[in-house]
């Protein structure tokens, strides 16, 4: 094994999730984001909530946690806080799935994102609790849009929640499609800033309605300089930096277009410990 090699960030553990669940991409996608932005290993801390999505960090040689469903972002932002005020360079990232990011710990967001703290935030999104067996998640697919579904409620719209709290980087990715979804993460963990990664995993057991067959067929790879046309016709140059093109892709539902690549980035700004920084020196 060359030094920094994915493997490199990998533990001896044989990961337990279904054989084509989703997560095995993005555990891979993740080894070789470490390995090409070349992060030594005791410079990463990952933390986690609960649910099967969580259990990544169970996987990977680098510091970390499985934390308390939903409470991935808190941890995160603490050791963060943590190792900025003790001048230690940390990498670090927040990782959960729809339930735990979005339903039980959906509190957390808003404030993740008004504080600023430099970490980066993953989403595994199969629109289904995994882990305790197929309950309906926030984002579960609205019955009346797939048949298949048990969910009685539209679901959330995770991009256009996120940039509507004033998400400074936004993206999207698909599990199964492992050097777009490394680009998407290097760009996420080398933005300076609170960043948004919602990943498209699919649950082999419980999600319902062919989802990932869809999801690939009727994506769109957005590519910074080039043209992308919108459903409804309208033709844009894609510039991550054009807030109003951000918000007509976010309005576009997952079930009509999914937007794979960065939506939104916007230029570095001041974070909570400079803030601090700055109170206590006036
Ligand atoms: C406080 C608390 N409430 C409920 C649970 C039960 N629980 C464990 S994982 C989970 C949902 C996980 O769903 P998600 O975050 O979408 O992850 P997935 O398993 O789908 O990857 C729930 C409700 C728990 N562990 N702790």
Redesign the pocket.
Known sequence: MTECDPKCYLNELKPIWCPGCG?YGFLSALARTFSELKIPNHKLFVAT??????RVVGYLKTYGING???RALPISQGAKLAAESLGLDLTVLAI??????FS?GTEHLPHAVRRNVDIACIM?D?Q?????KG?T?PTTPYKEDILTSHSLNPPVDPLLDMLTFGTGFLAQGLATNVPHLVGILKAAITYKGFSFVNVQSQ?VSFQEGDWISHLKQNCCYLKEGEIIELPNGEKWLHDPGNKDLARKLVEVALKERPYYGIIYRAPEREGYLERIRKINQS
């Not at 909530?49 to 969580?54: A, E, L, V, Y």
């Not at 289904?128 to 305790?132: C, F, G, I, L």
């Open positions: 997560d909530g609960i649910g099967c999505s969580s308390i469903h939903g959960g799935g729809d339930g735990d990011l039980i595994l199969n289904v609790y995994a882990m305790t309950q998640s649950c």
